[in-house]
């Protein structure tokens, strides 16, 4: 089963413009992304998916593969896409390019839930242990069935406990925070970055609903912690902060791959 990551990356944000770009700790944050992503051993090609020169040559500076996306795709998922339509691997990993935290062994965790045949996507989920988090509207939560097929995904609280409070101590647990990482059969994802979007994936904004909307089927795995990405200046700050506290070496050396 051959394997690719894929890194979408764009300049334009709301809230942190330019931010692949972003370099307080001598590595531009999206090389601190590649690298972690460098280092699972699933795949055997990383590359990043840009709709910006600026960042297309940032990442050739640092000895990375990139390629250029048109400009006007409505995600990172149709981003992926395109890139994914020029590759010959069998499975597509869409890694976030601003999460430069992410674990290189939760990425081989979600490449090996595609060995089942059954699965057309995959994706990962960490347990809820407060509250806040159930009651966030900002995070995702999922609910899967006893294979761990993903049944729903909402920014409501879900399950709603009708009665009591919900118990997050239980095991194995309930309630499940989705984390933002996805593994697409290659031809699957050409099919559905090619369907309209679903009703359900329109009301909560939430792409994996097409998905589930059209009966595909998606497994969940679940890790012990959530990886933090970048959105705003102050989570930006806090990276860097974090970077510094392990040395300036917290992403290591990068594994190259073809």
């Known amino acids: 089963m051959a394997v690719a990551i894929v890194i979408p990356a764009r300049w334009a944000s709301s809230r942190l413009p330019g931010k692949p770009l972003l370099r307080e700790t001598g590595k531009y944050l999206i090389e601190h992304v590649y690298e972690r992503a460098s280092q699972a051993r699933c795949a055997s090609e990383i590359l990043v998916a840009t709709d910006d020169p600026r960042i297309l040559s940032a990442v050739r500076e640092f000895g990375g593969q990139a390629r250029m996306t048109r400009t006007d795709h409505a995600s990172g998922t149709d981003r992926v896409a395109e890139v994914a339509a020029q590759l010959a691997a069998d499975v597509i990993i869409n890694v976030q390019g601003d999460e430069p935290q992410i674990d290189p062994h939760a990425i081989d965790q979600l490449a090996a839930l595609m060995h089942d045949p059954v699965a057309d996507m995959a994706t990962l989920a960490v347990p809820i242990t407060n509250l806040e988090t159930y009651l966030n509207p900002n995070v995702v939560k999922v609910v899967c069935d006893s294979r761990g097929r993903a049944l729903y995904f909402s920014r409501s609280p879900i399950p709603k406990v009708r009665d009591g409070s919900p118990d997050f101590t239980a095991q194995p647990p309930c309630f499940l925070q ?81």
């Open 178 to 258: 989705h984390l933002g990482i996805y593994a697409y059969r290659r031809t699957y994802l050409l099919h559905i970055a090619a369907t309209a979007p679903h009703p359900l994936e329109q009301l909560e904004k939430l792409e994996q609903l097409r998905v589930l909307g059209n009966g595909g089927t998606i497994l969940v795995g679940q890790v012990a912690h959530a990886h933090r990405g970048v959105d705003t200046p102050a989570d930006y700050a806090a990276f860097v902060q974090w970077y510094r506290q392990q040395g300036g070496n917290a992403t290591g050396s990068s594994r190259r791959v073809a």
